[in-house]
């Protein structure tokens, strides 16, 4: 049985969603602010989470934002707001999975939702021992894991991780649009241009100190990108460089 997870401070919403995903065979776990959601995460896992970006006193972008840096659960955007269409990008661009404003109907937010659960994306068991040392980070091929010498480990959905992977292999060499695509495609996900943008924007925000100055994913005018660092590849406990 999926769980999903809504935060909403209007009662009334909260009610109507859990009673009618639930009977459809779905756990719901509703819960009013950002220090609730994370209190239900700490404790058992969730499978998609929808959020109202406006909850009076917090930002619901700054909820998507946290929520991304770690993980890759599925967020879906409902608001009764109108927004701006920027507000919306700035959203999608942050890691949410889609967006369906207040007051919708439950059988195509139902559908959105079993829609966002099977795009998400399955993260195959690899064989592949290397690791990647970069610029103070590591990159754990085997156990999928980004850490940092002073952070600690960082979050990256699957094609966060399939891009960052293309640019170590292949470090200050300029890969196109084209192959980046490719790269960080998912398996069951539809890839589309505007993909590799929204990926680039938001390992630049894991990785680099000044996003809007990236040091390590740079830009090549017309060309594509490339990843400007010196990367260290260890085999299984052997370094290469």
């Known amino acids: 049985m999926k769980h999903v997870l809504v935060i909403d401070d209007d009662i009334a919403m909260r ?18 602010d950002s220090g609730q959601l994370h209190r ?11 959020l109202d970006l406006n909850l009076g006193r ?6 998507i934002r946290n929520l991304t840096r770690k993980s890759d659960i599925p967020i879906i955007i409902i608001s009764g707001d109108r927004l701006e269409e920027a507000e919306k990008v700035v959203a999608l661009e942050l890691g949410a999975t889609d967006f369906v404003p207040k007051p919708f109907g439950m059988r195509e937010f139902l559908a959105r939702i079993r829609v966002a659960l099977r795009q998400r994306p399955i993260i195959p068991r ?10 103070g ?12 010498e002073q952070s600690g480990e960082l979050k990256l959905t699957a094609g ?12 200050r060499d300029v ?31 894991k990785l ?5 100055n990236p040091r390590l994913i740079k830009t090549s005018r017309g060309a594509g990108y490339f990843f400007d660092a010196d990367v260290d590849i260890h085999y299984g406990g052997t370094l290469a460089a």
């Open 15 to 32: 009610h109507l969603i859990v009673e009618y995903l639930t009977t459809h065979a779905f756990k719901v776990t509703a819960v009013s």
């Open 40 to 50: 239900v995460l700490s404790c058992e896992p969730v499978d998609l989470v929808v």
């Open 58 to 63: 917090e930002d619901g972008l700054d909820i």
């Open 126 to 135: 690899t064989k592949d021992r290397r690791s990647f040392h970069f610029a």
């Open 137 to 148: 980070w590591t990159l754990n091929l085997k156990q999928r894991r980004l850490i940092s």
């Open 160 to 171: 966060e991780f399939n891009l960052l992977v293309a640019f170590l292999e292949k470090p």
């Open 175 to 205: 890969l196109s649009r084209e192959q980046l695509l490719l790269a960080s495609r998912v398996r069951g996900e539809e890839v589309y241009d505007r993909s590799v943008d929204v990926l680039i924007l938001r390992l630049r925000r």
């Open 208 to 212: 680099e100190a000044d996003p809007a």
